[in-house]
């Protein structure tokens, strides 16, 4: 069992900036990809970042350029850098990890919601 805890978010002014952390229980970078989504009101959840167990990201074409996913073996630690901020990336923000492996297997975080004022 691996359990993912989120922290970082609030309320922030358009252009502001946030950074996101998620602490996962043990170290599970090397067969885990990590992904950071967000899920607005109304909406379906929502792919915003990932790394894989290689190291390779990826991001949504909405926040490409101005969102960095980034991680701490040390730490245990994987980490959204959130610049430029705007109104429409308000949304409740979840880390998950996902088993490179088995697909199936996959854990989340319970979400820290991430408010940008216009």
């Known amino acids: 069992q691996v359990q993912l805890v989120e922290s970082g978010g609030g309320l922030v002014q358009a252009g502001g900036s946030l950074r996101l952390s998620c602490a996962a229980s043990g170290s599970i970078f090397n067969t885990f990809t990590m992904g950071w989504y967000r899920q607005a009101p109304g909406k379906q959840r929502e792919l915003v970042a990932l790394i894989t167990s290689g190291g390779i990201t990826n991001y949504a074409d909405s926040v490409n350029g101005r969102f960095a996913i980034s991680r701490a073996s040390a730490k245990n630690t994987v980490y959204l850098q959130m610049n430029t901020l705007k109104p429409e990336d308000t949304a409740v923000y979840y880390c998950?990890?996902?088993?490179?492996?088995?697909?199936?297997?996959?854990?989340w975080g319970q979400g820290t919601q991430v408010t940008v004022s216009s």
């Open positions: 998950n990890a996902r088993n490179i492996h088995l697909q199936s297997l996959q854990y």
